[in-house]
């Protein structure tokens, strides 16, 4: 199956999730982590979909899925334990809303990929759904190449790009900068990171 990667914005997008259960669990947590609004449709939902519930991170409509549940949706996904309800929330979306089936990829127009986050920075491993597994393995060994000081890392070099961008070197310098500050001492050491942080602020354009 031929895909596009792509980094998608859906905070505040409604979202319907369609089964109660773990699957359906892991699907909300991450979507949740995006900021996504949610509405979880099933008659029985699991302990842990249910404390989301009371604590008013999502909405829950106790009652079987209707072809009307997915009006106002952007992103659709189908994660019962049901071949048949599935295929019929599949085949029930609008041709402009994003469906995840996750039983069947091919009834999917996306899929989620193994993901490795370190703050600001996501690592996303696909095997177009041949197979999940495999992609799982590898998000696992680059979880320790890619370990917690990454996220860090990222929000010194996102701090310095600011500072880079706004002193008085040119584009020429800034390049080199930006550059040389990837290299991995950086990351290895808050001296480093402060040091360069101070002598860029002292070449800030005032104008």
Do not use: C
Not at 88 to 104: M, P, R, T
Not at 137 to 158: K, M, N, P, Q
Not at 159 to 177: M, N, Y
């Amino acid at each position: 199956m031929k895909s596009y990667p792509i980094m998608l914005n859906i905070e505040g997008k409604a979202v319907v999730v369609v089964g109660g259960g773990l699957i359906a669990y892991r699907k909300i947590t991450g979507l949740l982590q995006a900021g996504a609004y949610i509405t979880v449709i099933s008659p029985v939902i699991h302990s842990k979909i249910e404390q989301l519930f009371i604590e008013n991170k999502i909405s829950w409509k106790n009652k079987l899925f209707e072809p009307v549940d997915l009006d106002s949706a952007l992103i659709v996904i189908a994660a019962t334990n049901s071949e048949i309800v599935n295929t019929f929330v599949a085949s029930s979306a609008g041709k402009h809303q994003l469906v995840n089936i996750v039983d069947n990829p091919e009834l999917s127009t996306f899929h989620v990929p193994a993901k490795l986050t370190r703050g600001d920075l996501t690592i996303s491993v696909a095997t177009g759904g041949g197979s999940p597994t495999l992609s799982k393995s590898i998000r696992d060994e680059l979880a320790v190449i890619y370990d917690d000081t990454y996220g860090d890392y990222l929000e010194f070099l996102t701090l310095s790009r600011e500072k880079v961008k706004h002193s008085i070197f040119d584009q020429t310098i800034k390049t080199k900068l930006l550059k040389a500050i990837t290299n991995d001492t950086y990351r290895q050491s808050n001296n480093m990171q402060n040091a360069f942080l101070e002598l860029i602020s002292g070449y800030q354009n005032m104008s």
